[in-house]
């Protein structure tokens, strides 16, 4: 186990929490005069060294959960990926800015006046230029109201390994590497958050003929254009079947992502699509089928904005 720097424990943070003034319901902003951060999003608190939460209204319980869900999926993520918590050269987002909107409509409403960031998505993470010591690295989210009573931040953890992807394993910015790393992002996200858990990818691999299915060397070639299908389900399939079948070999490949070594990775991809097409194919095969949740056609919507958002940068 390699637990965060940024671990700590609960009755810390129900402390950290008691210290902030909350403002329930939505602020009243002069809609005459620019939004105030600070009006809109009242609630500030450091869940840890490493993670700053900005929300517009959350209860306590609410905080110490998202507090508690972040710091253990670190943990693991560093487990996981053998990262002994070194981060890449010459990144310096060594914090994570988590702002969450109460809904939806609220994200759309002050996301762009506030943030100049795009809404038309469900959520979005923002790396910045890692290399630049002045850069905040953010999160952008907004809680689901369509799941009440239940409490979730949409998309709270795949958003999240992508900044620890960014800052533990791959060298540089987004778009820094020029080519074959959708999959790689999108599908690890996938993957570390829903674990095997993902009823539209296996379905969707168990619906489709096995001569109509996307190849490895498809799926490594990924673009954001080609789909959400292709952006998360066939790379959610493909991160799945190589961790679970050659786990010491996509490790070994981080290394190439690591330092900076293109060249080093692609050739480790062509070795993939070369040695385990078969392999991948008997694999899919094997998968039971899985029972769709009620929330999964909204996040297929919502992950249809993201793709297509990102396909336009």
Known sequence: MYPPKSLITV???LALISAVSHAKGRPGTNP??????????PIRVDCS?????WAQDMTDPQIADTCAQLSSQESDFHQRMQTFGEPVANDYNDSLRVVVFDDYSQYDKYGYELFNISTNNGGIYIEGNPADVNNQASFYAHEADWLLPEFE???LRHEYIHYLEGRFVSYGGFNFYPSKMVWWAEGLAEYLSLGSDNATAV?????????RRPTLAAIFSTSYRDGTDRVYRWSYLAIRFLFERHEAEVLAMTEHLKHNQFASYEAALGQFATNYQAEFAEWMNGLAPQKAKAQDSKREQMLLRHAEHKGRQ
């Not at 379905?203 to 001569?211: F, G, P, S």
Request: glycine share 0%; aromatic share 4%; charged share 15%.
């Open 203 to 211: 379905n969707l691999a168990l619906n489709t003929r096995a001569n």
């Open 32 to 41: 005459t005069e620019p939004a105030d951060p600070d009006v809109v999003l």
């Open 153 to 155: 931040i949409w998309n």
């Open 49 to 53: 060294a490493t993670i700053n939460l």
């Open 11 to 13: 009755s810390l943070l």
